[in-house]
């Protein structure tokens, strides 16, 4: 499978506790991007990483949430002290950057954070 | 700043028939549109993207959408609605920031429902 992988699917988590989520993505690409899904809702952009780098993060990306993409390959978001409104779908994508600005970013099938 | 607006949270056809799928766009910059699908508890599939070479574009599983700048609309349609195309359809538009076109601003959604 050549496709963006994200593991866990599902995460089921006391309130309080810590989470991390992981995302490989395609192997060639440099851009990778972090997005929220709620319910109801389309996917609100996090953060977004240009190998090693992270270039941007959304004001939704609080104190409690980091994400990592060491030597540019897989990526993880961690969530700290994990509250009810952390419960949603979070969504990796990855893209080339020559194509990124058109839109072709690859999804992954997510991780759905279940916060009780 | 860019956004996109998707008029109707559900649409409700019969295989068979025309399916209509509204999406209005806001930009200050050229846009770059793209139209996903999402089938339950998967990630988004990139069904078709206007990146200024055509109006009319054509994407995969017979579905296409127009761009007219005039009415600042990119709707998305199908001749003959199948039983498999009932899913959540999202419109995107490219956000234009300090790096370029990079990050996707999506819509709420429209679930298309198809009846037999």
């Known amino acids: 499978d050549t496709g963006v992988s994200q593991d866990p699917r599902h995460k089921i988590t006391k309130r309080g506790q810590n989470v991390t989520f992981r995302c490989d993505p395609i192997s060639e690409h440099n851009r990778l991007y972090w997005y929220r899904q709620t319910l109801g809702q389309g996917p609100e952009f996090l953060t977004y990483f240009q190998n090693e780098a992270q270039l941007e993060k959304s004001r939704l990306l609080s104190d409690r949430f980091s994400a990592e993409r060491p030597k540019g390959s897989f990526s993880t978001l961690e969530i700290q002290r994990t509250e009810q409104g952390d419960s949603a779908m979070y969504l990796c994508?990855?893209?080339?950057?020559?194509?990124?600005?058109?839109?072709?970013?690859?999804f992954g099938q997510g991780t759905r954070l279940t916060v009780v | 700043a860019q956004s996109v607006t998707q008029l109707g949270s559900h649409v409700s056809v019969s295989e068979g028939a025309l399916v209509l799928l509204r999406c209005n766009y806001s930009?200050?910059?050229?846009?770059?549109l793209f139209w996903y699908v999402q089938y339950p508890n998967q990630g988004l599939q990139l069904l078709l993207k206007y990146t200024s070479a055509a109006t009319l574009v054509k994407g995969i599983n017979g579905f296409e959408a127009e761009f007219k700048k005039s009415e600042t609309s990119f709707h998305l349609t199908k001749p003959s609605a199948h039983m498999s195309d009932a899913a959540e359809y999202f419109c995107?538009?490219?956000?234009?920031?300090?790096?370029?076109?990079?990050?996707?601003?999506f819509g709420k959604g429209t679930m298309l429902l198809v009846s037999p």
């Open positions: 995107a538009v490219s956000r234009f920031g300090n790096s370029g076109y990079s990050t996707l601003t």
């Open positions: 994508a990855s893209s080339l950057t020559r194509t990124s600005g058109q839109g072709e970013a690859f």
């Open positions: 930009s200050s910059v050229p846009p770059y």
